[in-house]
């Protein structure tokens, strides 16, 4: 079964402190792994994916095979990363379509001045 | 990257009745989808638009309740029919285009129930 698992609803760290925001994932083939980001009051949007292997806004994703983990880090946490932040996965739907993503329950960043 | 404009972003309607909710993006794509987000929950895939065909939808998820229609690349609509308050929910379009592996989301519906 395809399944995305963000085991924090909420996470609160102060500012400049070190943030993980964790998920782990279930998926037979190999996967496309993201993290979207949903500011307050604006649209969720892509934050970064496990295939660029890059940094945005000072965060980063590693995506571990062995422990089918995709855990999203920043090592000095920022007020204006407060957000929710929700970790997906690009695979088949159960109707059979592709390209549709599967999504974490989502993880909710405050982070304290 | 690609624009969305969804319409509208909030309504409060009468159970019974029936809400469509329609999804404008500014370039052609491949693949469309809508989601559900119910209070405190994940996003919840309700069915992939295809155009000119009928949608493919998730289990749980029927078309006499969830009818959509997606005439062209561009515009896709869902209708919320028969609502009842356990279709208080925002309503997501997504868009994605083919090869390209970012999704690109409307800013939701917003719907209430009464």
């Known amino acids: 079964a395809q399944r995305v698992t963000q085991p924090e609803k909420l996470l609160s760290v102060f500012k400049g402190a070190p943030v993980e925001l964790k998920c782990n994932y279930s998926?037979?083939?190999?996967?496309?792994l993201f993290w979207y980001v949903q500011y307050s009051r604006q649209r969720l949007q892509l934050l970064l994916r496990?295939?660029s292997r890059e940094s945005i806004k000072g965060f980063t994703a590693d995506l571990n095979k062995g422990e089918t983990s995709f855990h999203l880090k920043k090592p000095f946490a920022q007020e204006e990363d407060s957000a929710m932040y929700y970790c997906?996965?690009?695979?088949?739907?159960?109707?059979?379509?592709?390209?549709?993503?599967?999504f974490g329950k989502g993880t909710k960043l405050s982070v304290k001045p | 990257s690609a624009v969305i404009s969804q319409k509208p972003s909030r309504d409060i309607c009468q159970r019974g009745t029936s809400l469509t909710i329609q999804c404008q993006v500014d370039?052609?794509?491949?693949?469309m989808f809508w989601y559900r987000q119910q209070p405190g929950q994940s996003l919840t895939l309700i069915a992939t638009?295809?155009?000119?065909?009928?949608?493919?939808?998730e289990s749980g998820f029927v078309i006499d309740k969830f009818p959509i229609s997606r005439p062209n690349l561009t515009f896709s609509t869902l209708t919320v029919s028969n609502m009842s308050p356990e279709d208080s929910s925002i309503y997501l379009c997504?868009?994605?285009?083919?090869?390209?592996?970012?999704?690109?989301f409307g800013q939701g519906t917003r719907l209430t129930v009464v």
């Open positions: 638009a295809n155009q000119g065909s009928e949608a493919t939808y």
């Open positions: 998926y037979s083939g190999s996967p496309e």
């Open positions: 997504s868009v994605r285009g083919h090869g390209v592996a970012e999704a690109f």
């Open positions: 496990h295939i």
């Open positions: 370039s052609q794509v491949t693949m």
């Open positions: 997906a996965l690009s695979g088949l739907s159960h109707g059979g379509s592709q390209g549709n993503l599967i």
